[in-house]
Nanobody
Framework: QVQLVESGGGLVQPGGSLRLSCEAS????????LAWYRQAPGKGRELVAI???????IFPDSVKGRFTLSTDNTKNTMYLQMDSLKPDDTAVYYC?????????WGKGTQVTVSS
């Protein structure tokens, strides 16, 4: 069983930055897909960043140019650098990892953008 643990969320003012971390309990090399999702209150879960085995990184227009996904394979950790944050970015952010068959979710970390 794979464990994914997110951290780095919190309260930030509009225009500020946060870096989320997702530490996996095994090597990132076993995953064919790694991603960050978010879910705002009263809304469905939305993809915000994804990296596939082909190293393609896709960001929805709503976050393009502001969010950056990176990985540190030595630490089994995926990051989401979030800059120029907006109130609309307020959500619970979830880490997602997919092996060939199984998928895993973290428990989420709250990000609140407010003045």
């Amino acid at each position: 069983q794979v464990q994914l643990v997110e951290s780095g969320g919190g309260l930030v003012q509009p225009g500020g930055s946060l870096r989320l971390s997702c530490e996996a309990s095994k090597s990132l090399f076993v995953f064919v897909v790694l991603a960050w999702y978010r879910q705002a209150p009263g809304k469905g879960r939305e993809l915000v960043a994804i990296i596939s085995s082909g190293d393609a990184r896709i960001f929805p227009d709503s976050v393009k140019g502001r969010f950056t996904l990176s990985t540190d394979n030595t630490k089994n950790t995926m990051y989401l650098q979030m800059d120029s944050l907006k109130p609309d970015d307020t959500a619970v952010y979830y880490c997602y990892a997919q092996e060939r068959v199984n998928v895993y979710w973290g428990k989420g970390t709250q990000v609140t953008v407010s003045s």
